[in-house]
């Protein structure tokens, strides 16, 4: 509702951006909590002057979080991580600060709450599955009115998806025996959907009575497999690299050795067992039948990745934006 404050939680991040964005445009005021304030001037200029707050907040620091809530009419959980790692792990991220933020909301009497998990969120599989389980589970224990946004692979210039793999084709096509991975074949379904659309689907859930309560799994308009994925960025970056299949028991392991490998260096690694094991099961809206989806936000009116992605894939072709294109043999 304009004029309410409302709290974001991984507001600096990809999504939480376009969160903040569409917040503000709607006319809430924001209180952004992060944990370093100083980094996130460019979040301040999303609004008119005064309308968006930085404040310092850790979610490993119960009093921080409790701080961040005075005087809120809502908040909105977006902190995630893709690849646990020391302090930033699944059980430190998805369940742990997702429980603090959610007790720190209920003892303060708020009951618009919007927490992001993932389409997959399972009580068992991967370990990131399981834990954006527990966090929606410690959620709901602690504000039942809360609504549970699950989105499948999200998409935007500053995405993890198509960029990573934009960047893998790139970086492969300069090698003599370069190519994707084609894990497990290649037959994962996913159901990409837009950053932007995402944030639309935040703001119907704060300002929807309706909403409360409630889970909703976010999907574009298209359902792909992974291998038509990976075509679709050899095409959109020009760069003719093989698809190489990896089967799973072949791909677990290798995960495994770069995560161990990754974990002496300061860099996330460029595929994880876990990872691996998330493959395994598609990533599609009806994942859990009793979950309602974007459309029953309002949000009816879904990008596509022919729409946005090769609006930034172009700068991973070899001779820029203006290259024609042509499709990979």
Not at 36 to 56: C, F, N, W, Y
Not at 231 to 255: D, K, S, W, Y
Request: net charge positive; glycine share 10%; charged share 20%.
């Amino acid at each position: 509702m304009s004029g309410d404050l409302v709290v974001v939680f991984g507001g600096s991040g990809f999504i939480g951006k376009q969160v903040v964005r569409a917040l503000a445009q709607r006319g809430h005021r924001i209180r952004i909590a992060m944990r370093r304030p100083h980094l996130g001037h460019e979040l301040r200029v999303m609004g008119d002057v005064g309308q968006i707050q930085l404040v310092q907040a850790n979610l490993r620091f119960p009093q921080s979080i409790d701080a961040a809530l005075e005087d809120a009419d809502a908040v909105v959980n977006l902190v995630a991580v893709l690849h646990s790692s020391g302090k930033q792990s699944f059980e430190a991220l998805h369940i742990d600060g997702a429980r603090t933020v959610a007790e720190a909301a209920a003892k303060r009497g708020i009951k618009r709450v919007v927490h992001i998990s993932a389409i997959g969120a399972a009580e068992k599989g991967a370990k990131y599955a399981r834990s954006k389980f527990e966090g929606e589970r410690a959620v709901r224990e602690a504000v039942p009115s809360a609504t549970i946004l699950r989105p499948s692979i999200v998409f935007g210039p500053e995405d993890n998806f198509f960029n990573r793999f934009a960047g893998m084709a790139q970086t492969m096509s300069a090698l003599p025996l370069g190519g994707l991975p084609l894990i497990g074949g290649g037959k994962t379904k996913f159901q990409p959907i837009f950053v932007g659309d995402v944030a639309e689907a935040v703001v119907a859930a704060l300002n929807t009575p309706a909403a409360q309560g409630r889970i909703y799994e976010l999907g574009g308009p298209g359902i792909y497999t992974f291998k038509q994925l990976l075509q679709f960025v050899r095409t959109e970056t020009q760069r003719n690299v093989p698809l190489i299949p990896l089967p799973f028991f072949i791909a677990h392991p290798m995960g495994l050795l770069l995560s161990g490998l990754f974990g002496l260096t300061p860099w996330a690694p460029p595929l994880t067992g876990d990872q691996v094991t998330m493959l395994k099961r598609d990533n599609v809206v009806g994942d859990d039948p009793a979950a309602l989806t974007i459309q029953d936000l309002g949000v009816a009116q879904l990008e596509s990745i022919e729409a946005i992605v090769p609006a930034y894939l172009w700068r991973f072709r070899p001779y820029g934006q203006f290259q024609t294109k042509q499709n990979p043999a």
